[in-house]
């Protein structure tokens, strides 16, 4: 049987920014992509949040079936 979990995520701060995600059971990573990925639908604007702090100055590398993350621990 295939499962999915569909939810809204709220994030941000002062203002909160929406995202619809479909949720990952088997990982422990959110990812939520930024207002620098121009293919993406919905994106993140760190701009907006006082609240966001980059937590290692170094990029990650994380790779899917069909494509590869790039981006920052938040």
Not at 21 to 27: N, Q, R
Request: glycine letters at 6%.
């Amino acid at each position: 049987m295939d499962t999915m979990y569909l939810g809204d995520i709220f994030f941000g701060s002062p203002t909160s920014q929406s995202a619809k995600l479909v949720f990952d059971t088997g990982s422990n990573w959110l990812t939520v992509t930024s207002d620098a990925c121009s293919a993406c639908d919905i994106a993140y604007v760190r701009s907006q949040s006082s609240t966001a702090i980059k937590q290692d100055p170094n990029t990650f590398t994380m790779s899917y079936g069909s494509a590869d993350l790039t981006g920052y621990n938040y």
